[in-house]
Structure formats: structure tokens, C-alpha cells
């Protein structure tokens, strides 16, 4: 039934079913533009055809309707056990809740702000407030006062829900700022039952209308963006650009979304919902109907220990969750003794990933009868142990935010585990390029989404076009989204530099704006000396320098997990960290480390010197972004005496 004669549980007519068979996996070559011998733009066609009609906000009552006993999200109850909620009783709640919004006097339009961690209450909002015609504005839950009160400000929103007191304490004393909010809510005090209670007299009838009244075009979220320099701007997406990356994900990622064995499709999200690539996942899930649970916390042992519990078949992770397993698992077995052992295996998983890649694109026999041997005698002994920390029965996991790395893809591809790895950002509604499946480019981030075109201009900026691509920023003063100058044919321009190789699979090289000219002219981009570092176990983060200076270095911070490892294998628990990070055994394994990044690049584009730190880059001290992202002019003043101590007169 179409929104047009709604009814109780009305569906768009124009909104593909989900409960249609799943077809075989769908691989089209991308189409290449050529100039001057080198591959300038590439595109994928769509997948499907785009919505015409309805909104997300029909997802949860389609699925009612099509399929209402299959589990479409589970909880985790207070014994840490998991508890399958169905189809038909999740749009029972988005239907109660919406009415709840609707009683409580939010109309068509409206923004209603949510500032919580990665848990039910949030997807639940979520939904209810599509289906009650409201737009959803994400807060970071580790956001500071100023930061929630700009969002709130910007984006007019009248209603706020947060997750528990703290954060209902840090809105009300900026609610003077705020006239407009009229409303806030706490989950961890009853929001949730408050809002059913409150919309209970409502008929059904009442989120039908409403839901009624959306169409593709009608703004969703907005979305802002981490503000690595200045204020955040608020990126307006469409149902519709949502509709767009996330049908032909799920085509296009058929191993992951449509379960092609006996195991039902499910994924645990810890990623931010507060992020555009936490979001996608969850409405992806819901429109694939994969069992989707969520995980508030990201800390390793509370990990861990739900992914064991929830064990899903496929995991949605940023690098460096892939990188802090493998360390982990590293760590462990050099407590053991066997740190040789892990790392013969941790070459064979490599050798293994890259031969099979080299089967899929036809430039290699695959991996050698001797090679299989190998690596089945490592897998009881390491790569199932890896698997575990998983939750056992993971096969594929889709990467983004930064460059995972040729290595670790390939050694999780040879421990068993398929890495998609994207590339997007919250103008382009997450991804934008993935790797296709049976036909990985390890290192690179893959082809367009289906629907996508990429092109790079001529000083190597990242354009993209397609159906996900926002509708503009959101103007505070128009109350509506606009398109920045520049931007009426069609391509946004990323300010990412990246390049297309001859069989179109692009690669991101860095961010424009944080190319570094040193004073010999030479101009150096620091994310894959900065990316290659990350991934060492004792390195947390790392900020390359040297503009306007004569040679290139470093200011590196130290993982934590990594340093206590290392001091309890070397019994120097007791050295104080000062004292430490001068110490020539430490100092050792990371200029091995920064040997091995400097052979990405030339000599003039090299690190020469480098200083450890004593504290870590955070969030709260202003040095990184919610996604983890640098803050480099904000490193740079407050470690100023520190980069100087680098360039001795």
C-alpha cells in the first residue's frame, strides 16, 4: 500500500521489499574516463533504481508487515544475555514512541537532538522520530558543553534526549542559551516509557499521517561535522541520499548483508551512532533485516566480552579496533613465549591474502599447496584465536574512517576474515568507494559505490558525485540546506587528494589542507608516514611536521595497552614514564618503526627526528575530533616547545 491511501501500517509502493529472494552477487565493472594515459574519473551505475516515493521512517513497518517473527534487533537484558526483538514489536515501539513525540506537541519538520552512546534507545528514537516527521541531529556523547550548545543553537532543535544524568546535567545549564529547546530527555530515567505513556491516547492514525507527509527529498538528519579546524557545519542528508547508499550496499556487499550459508547475517555495532558511518549501518541493517545489536562501549575486555556473547557474522570497525586486535593478540603471545611463533604466522596469513588476490585478479595461480599447509597449521594455533576475539564467527568486517593498510588487510584476508575497506564521509552519506567482493586491491579503498562517480581533478582533489550526496549545509537563518559555490554541477570536492590506478580503484593519499611545504620547497603529505605509525602497538597516535621547516618529524604518543606490555615483558613497571620515554630500549623498536614508514616515501619527505611524549592526544584536551581525527593547529600551540626542541639552532 502506498503512502497515498496510508493505513495503520502503510508501506511506499516505490520501496523495494526486502523479503524478496536474494539474488547472486552482482559485480559491474566501473566505467573509465582516460586523459593523458591515466584514469581520471570512474563510475559504477546503480544497482537499483532510486526511491520515488516514501521515507526511512517505512523501514521498521515494512519489515511488520513482510516478515514479523524474524528478529531484526536484539538487546542485551541485565544478565548480559541477548534478547531477539522481533520485527513486529520493533514497530510497535517506533509507533509508541512516535506518538509520544506527536502528544508532546513536536511537528512535521522539527529537530529533535539525541546525545547517547551506541544502544537501542537510540536506533528506537531514531525511527520514531522519522515516523513522527521530525529530522534527528546526532550529538557526540563525549561532546563539551560548548560544542552540544553550538549543535543545539545551529540546528533549532526543541527537543534533546541524552543518555543519562551527567549528560542531562550538562544541557541544562546551557538551556538559558537555549529558548528553543523546550524539551529534554534522559534515557537512563524512563524516556522512553515516559514518551509511550505520554502518545498512548493517540490513534495509530496519527504516525500513518505524519509518515505520510515525508517524501525522498525531506531532510532526515543533520549531521555535523567534526570540525578538525573551526566550528562544525551541519551536513543536511535526504532519506533519499540515505536510500541510496544503503540499497546498493546491500546489493553490491551480498556476503555481508544477505547470508549466503546457513548462518543468519548479524552484526554487534559499537561504532557512534553520533557518526554517519555508524548510522548507515544501522538503517542498512534494518532494510536488510540483519540481526542488529548494539555496544555502548569500545574498551577492549567490554568488547571483547560482547562480541563473544553476540558473535556476529560480520563487524562494521574503524582501523584501529583491526589493529588493536592484532596487537593484542601479539602481546599475548609473546607472554607466552611464542611471540616467534605469531609472527611466522602473521607472514604466512600476508603471503596467503595476497596470493588470493592475486587469483582474483588473474595475475597469479593463487596461494601454493605448500602455502595452504602453512597456514592451516597456523589456524588452530593463531588465526582462530584472532577470529575469537571476534566473537568466533566473523567473516567479513567493513573498514573506514582511515586507511587500514596493505599488511593488516592482508593478513585478516589470510586469517579468514574479508576485509571491505570504504571510503566517504558525511557529505557523501558514509561511503562513497568500497572494495568489491571477489575482486579486492589491497591498500586501496576500491571502486565507486554502485551509483557513484569519482574524479580527480588536476592538483589531485577527490570529486565525488551520486544519490548520496547531500543536500547542502544547513543555513540557520534560512532554516534549510545549501549547496556551497562551486557545487551546481554536481561533483563535491572532498579535500582529500587521492588517485585512481588503470583499473579504477581509488586511493587516498591525504588531506589537501594538511599538505606540508617544507622551507626547501619540497611538499610532503603526512597521513601514510602518520597512518603506517599508527598501527604499531606502542604508538597511539602521531602527528608529522615540518612546514616551513628544513626536514620532516614526528611527535608520537604511546598506547597504553602497548606500554604495559612492553615494560612488564622488560620489568621496567617501576621507570618513571619522563624517564621512559628518553630510554634507548624503548626509543629502539620506535625509530625501527619510523625506518620502516620512512621507506613509504623519498629521503626529503622522511622523518629525521622525532620526540615521545609523556601524554596522550585526546579528545577532551582539544587535541582530536569525536572520530579520532588531528586537531593540528591545536597540537602545535599547546606542544610548541616541544616541535622546537626538534629543530635545535
Known amino acids: 500500500m502506498s503512502v497515498d491511501a496510508p493505513s495503520a501500517d502503510a508501506s511506499s509502493a516505490d520501496v523495494p521489499s526486502a523479503d524478496a529472494p536474494a539474488p547472486s552477487l ?34 521498521p513497518f515494512d519489515n511488520a508487515r513482510e516478515a514479523p517473527d524474524e528478529a531484526v534487533i536484539s538487546r542485551k537484558g541485565a544478565e548480559g544475555q541477548w534478547q531477539d526483538i522481533t520485527a513486529a514489536a520493533f514497530a510497535d515501539d517506533v509507533r509508541a514512541v512516535a506518538k509520544g513525540l506527536i502528544a508532546e506537541g513536536l511537528l512535521p519538520g522539527d529537530r529533535l537532538a539525541i546525545m547517547a552512546n551506541t544502544t537501542y534507545e537510540w536506533t528506537l528514537l531514531d525511527f520514531a522520530a522519522w515516523a513522527a516527521g ?13 560544542q552540544a550548545r553550538w549543535i543545539l543553537q545551529d540546528s533549532g532543535a526543541v527537543a534533546c534526549a541524552v543518555e543519562d544524568l551527567p549528560q542531562t546535567r550538562l544541557i541544562s545549564e546551557e538551556r538559558k542559551q537555549l529558548p528553543g529547546l523546550t524539551h529534554l530527555w534522559t534515557f537512563d530515567t524512563g524516556a522512553v516509557d515516559i514518551l509511550r505513556r505520554a502518545g498512548a491516547h ?3 492514525e496519527a504516525v500513518t499521517t505524519r509518515r505520510a507527509g515525508l517524501t525522498p527529498e525531506s531532510a532526515a538528519t543533520l549531521i555535523y561535522t567534526s570540525g578538525t579546524t573551526g566550528r562544525p557545519k551541519g551536513c543536511v542528508l535526504t532519506h533519499a541520499n540515505f536510500f541510496a547508499e544503503v540499497d546498493n550496499a546491500i546489493e553490491l556487499l551480498h556476503p555481508v548483508f544477505k547470508s549466503v550459508s546457513k548462518e543468519p547475517a548479524s552484526t554487534l555495532l ?39 556473547a553476540f558473535r556476529p557474522t560480520f563487524l562494521l570497525a574503524i582501523p584501529y579496533v583491526l589493529e588493536k586486535v592484532y596487537n593484542t593478540g601479539r602481546a599475548t603471545a609473546e607472554k607466552m613465549g611464542r611471540a616467534s611463533s605469531f609472527d611466522r604466522a602473521s ?46 564467527k566473523v567473516k567479513y568486517a567493513v573498514c573506514g574512517g ?17 576485509i571491505f575497506e570504504g571510503y566517504g564521509m ?4 558514509a561511503s562513497s568507494t568500497v572494495t568489491p567482493p571477489l575482486k579486492p586491491r589491497l591498500g586501496t579503498v576500491g571502486w565507486p559505490l554502485p551509483g557513484t562517480a569519482v574524479r580527480i581533478a588536476d592538483d589531485g582533489e577527490v570529486l565525488v558525485r551520486g544519490g548520496q550526496l547531500f543536500a547542502g549545509y544547513w543555513d540557520a537563518q534560512r532554516g534549510e540546506a545549501v549547496r556551497e559555490a562551486g557545487a551546481e554541477d554536481g561533483w563535491f570536492a572532498t579535500g582529500d587528494l587521492g588517485a585512481l590506478d588503470d583499473d579504477g580503484y581509488l586511493t587516498i593519499t591525504g588531506r589537501k589542507k594538511d599538505i606540508i611545504i617544507t622551507s626547501g620547497g619540497k611538499n610532503v603529505i603526512p597521513s601514510p608516514l602518520e597512518d603506517w605509525l599508527r598501527a604499531h602497538p606502542l604508538i597511539s597516535q602521531c602527528m608529522v611536521l615540518g612546514d616551513n621547516r628544513p626536514y620532516i618529524t614526528a611527535l608520537i604518543t604511546l598506547e597504553q595497552d602497548g606500554l604495559a606490555h612492553w615494560r612488564q615483558m622488560r620489568n621496567k613497571q617501576d621507570v618513571p614514564l619522563d624517564a621512559l620515554v628518553e630510554d634507548e630500549d624503548l626509543r ?20 629525521r627526528r622525532f620526540r615521545v611524549l609523556t601524554v596522550d592526544f585526546t579528545e577532551a584536551a582539544g587535541h582530536l575530533t569525536p572520530s579520532l581525527k588531528l586537531k593540528r593547529a591545536s597540537i602545535a600551540e599547546d606542544f610548541a616547545a616541544e616541535i622546537e626542541s626538534l629543530y635545535p639552532k
Not at 562501549?297 to 566480552?305: E, G, P, Q, V
Open 426 to 429: 558525511t557529505e557523501t552519506t
Open 202 to 204: 493517540l490513534p495509530d
Open 347 to 392: 607472514k604466512i596469513a600476508k603471503l596467503y591474502g595476497q596470493a588470493v588476490e592475486a587469483a582474483e585478479h588473474g595475475t597469479g595461480p593463487g596461494p601454493s599447496l605448500g602455502l595452504r599447509a602453512a597456514r592451516a597449521l597456523y589456524d588452530p594455533l593463531v588465526y582462530r584465536r584472532i577470529r575469537a576475539a571476534l566473537g568466533g
Open 588 to 607: 629502539g623498536p620506535l625509530q625501527r618503526a619510523i625506518d620502516e614508514a620512512n621507506r613509504l616515501v623519498s629521503r626529503a619527505e622522511s622523518i
Open 270 to 308: 559499537f561504532l557512534p551512532l553520533s557518526h554517519v558511518f555508524g548510522r548507515m549501518v544501522a538503517i542498512g541493517c534494518l532494510r536488510a533485516r540483519v540481526r542488529l545489536g548494539h555496544a555502548p562501549s569500545i574498551k577492549t575486555k567490554d568488547l571483547i566480552r560482547d562480541l563473544g
Open 402 to 418: 582511515s586507511p587500514l593498510g596493505r599488511r593488516l588487510a592482508a593478513f585478516y584476508a589470510g586469517a579468514g576474515i574479508e
Open 134 to 146: 521530525l529530522i534527528t541531529v546526532p550529538i557526540y556523547p563525549t561532546s563539551s558543553a560548548f
Open 26 to 59: 552482482v559485480l559491474v565493472e566501473p566505467e573509465k574516463v582516460w586523459v593523458d594515459g591515466t584514469v581520471r574519473e570512474v563510475s559504477v551505475p546503480p544497482l537499483v533504481p532510486p526511491i520515488r516515493r516514501g521515507s526511512l521512517a517505512e523501514i
